[in-house]
């Protein structure tokens, strides 16, 4: 079941046929097993041109070009995925860790926040939600899915942890500033007159 001989064969069956999408879908496949991953990118990205809403192969597409180091173009595969699947919460959860990576936290704060909306219940993405509210200087908000989570929560070296982390956040509930990186560089090019 796993040789490439078999996704060659469908492959040539489905040119023969004139079906060009399972073709290049079958092409990648076999190239997946025999570690050619550059072609297998390549007749994958042929396959979505052709047919753009196929999940799978959208699934499938943005993790080869992740494990090539490629996770800009990985992203975007990504997106289309929530475009046709707007709860798909890997989908959303890789769309967060991506914008988190490249320090965009109001992004990764969206992205979480939707997959939240999905299901309330999800502790790593309610952690992950606190936290990135913590990175844009939202305290408040924090506190307030920190508390969600640990209604939630069972084990109690956990739930003490977020408890302590809750206490000094309710210390800082006044600091509601959010300002990123681009934010402090404009300001400090219009404090210097430039």
């Known amino acids: 079941p796993n040789s490439p001989l078999t996704y060659q064969m469908r492959a040539l069956v489905y040119e023969?046929?004139?079906d060009e999408f399972n073709a290049h879908l079958n092409w990648g496949r076999y190239n997946i097993l025999r570690k050619n991953i550059d072609i297998a990118i390549n007749e994958f990205l042929n396959a979505v041109q052709l047919k753009d809403d196929d999940v799978e192969l959208?699934?499938?597409?943005?993790s080869l070009l992740?494990?090539?180091?490629?996770?800009?173009?990985?992203?975007?595969?990504?997106?289309?995925?929530?475009?046709?699947?707007?709860?798909?919460?890997?989908?959303l959860h890789k769309l967060a860790q991506f914008r988190e990576g490249i320090g965009d936290y109001k992004m990764q704060v969206s992205y979480l926040e939707k997959i939240v909306q999905a299901d309330g219940k999800d502790l790593a993405a309610l952690k992950e939600l606190?936290?990135?509210?913590?990175?844009?200087?939202?305290?408040?908000?924090?506190?307030e899915i920190y508390n969600k989570y640990?209604?939630?929560?069972?084990?109690?070296?956990?739930?003490?942890?977020?408890?302590?982390?809750?206490?000094?956040?309710?210390?800082?509930?006044g600091e509601e500033e959010s300002v990123?990186?681009?934010?402090?560089?404009?300001?400090f090019f219009n404090k210097s007159g430039m």
Do not use: C
């Not at 939630?152 to 206490?167: F, G, H, N, Q, S």
């Open 130 to 143: 606190a936290r990135g509210y913590e990175k844009i200087k939202s305290n408040a908000k924090a506190v």
């Open 58 to 62: 959208l699934f499938s597409l943005a």
């Open 16 to 18: 023969e046929n004139g």
């Open 66 to 91: 992740t494990d090539n180091g490629e996770t800009n173009h990985a992203a975007e595969y990504y997106e289309k995925i929530v475009k046709l699947e707007p709860s798909n919460k890997e989908a």
């Open 150 to 173: 640990l209604e939630l929560v069972k084990d109690p070296a956990e739930y003490k942890m977020i408890k302590d982390r809750i206490d000094r956040l309710d210390n800082f509930a």
């Open 180 to 187: 990123g990186l681009i934010d402090k560089i404009i300001g």
